[in-house]
């Protein structure tokens, strides 16, 4: 996918790598980017930059994702990719209550269903459209310290290969961007063991993510380790965890120091 004089929709656009990848597309020739967030004066702070348009949208409401497609449609015309980037960092152990389990996968997985939902079938009725999911590493590997985090974000990898496995026939380009450790408000505390492979800035991320729609990939990895990492877990599962083990205790005495 070339993105010159497309219609683009971005969510969590107000910082990080939402706001990187609005004006990313804005420098490729995007016909509009319109910049959704539940942070309306970042939103539209992010498309000023870009002249572009912006609405506050709170993920975790269908009702609000249906306006958002609605109003761009009407505004723009057909969204030719959507980019379902919003996603929140809540909650650690098994014993996080119902709410803060509820919340995570709403905004993080449920956002994603949303769009899809209501998106798939505009754009199956004329010829097809793009979908790029934000999800991360998390969604492939596994976090450590956060079990909501890497349940919600593996879920939503599962999501977006589903919607390729049964959508490719009707048009549908899917890919999902699976970053490790990017300088944005969530990594502000540390990018903890997110970070063994280094930090990178939302804009490389961005940039990797024009590369894979113009390449039309699956999956959008920043960190190209981690198709390796992918590679060690599925060709010696034991020995994977058996690593992921030995991560996690460093990673907890260097959380206690």
């Known amino acids: 996918m070339e993105l010159e004089n497309k219609v683009v929709v971005v969510t969590g656009a107000a910082s990080g790598i939402g706001k990187a990848m609005v004006e990313r597309f804005h420098r490729e020739g995007a016909a509009a980017v319109v910049a959704a967030d539940i942070d309306e004066a970042g939103a539209a702070a992010t498309a000023r930059s870009v002249g572009g348009w912006s609405m506050r949208v709170d993920v975790s409401r269908e009702s609000d994702i249906v306006t958002l497609i609605e109003e761009t449609e009407t505004r723009f015309g057909p969204i030719d990719l959507f980019c379902s980037n919003a996603g929140i960092g809540v909650g650690r152990g098994l014993d996080e209550p119902d709410d803060v389990w509820q919340k995570i996968w709403e905004v993080n997985t449920l956002s994603h269903v949303y769009a899809a939902r209501n998106l798939i079938p505009r754009m199956k009725a004329r010829g097809g459209g793009y979908l790029l999911n934000t999800a991360s590493a998390a969604g ?12 919600t974000k593996h879920a939503a990898v599962a999501l977006a290969e589903w919607i390729a496995i049964t959508h ?24 903890g063991v997110a970070g063994v492979d280094g930090m990178i800035e939302p804009e490389d991320a961005a940039e990797t993510v024009v590369q894979a729609l113009r390449d039309e990939t699956f999956l959008v990895l920043p960190h190209p380790t981690v198709a390796e990492y992918m590679r060690r877990k599925t060709g010696d599962y034991d020995r994977w965890i058996r690593g992921m083990q030995r991560l996690q205790e460093q990673y907890l005495d260097a959380d206690q120091s």
């Open 140 to 151: 492939l590997l596994s976090q450590i310290g956060s079990v909501t985090y890497a349940v």
């Open 168 to 191: 490719g026939r009707d048009g549908i380009k899917v890919s999902v961007l699976c970053p490790q450790a990017v300088r944005t408000a969530m990594t502000a505390g540390g990018p």
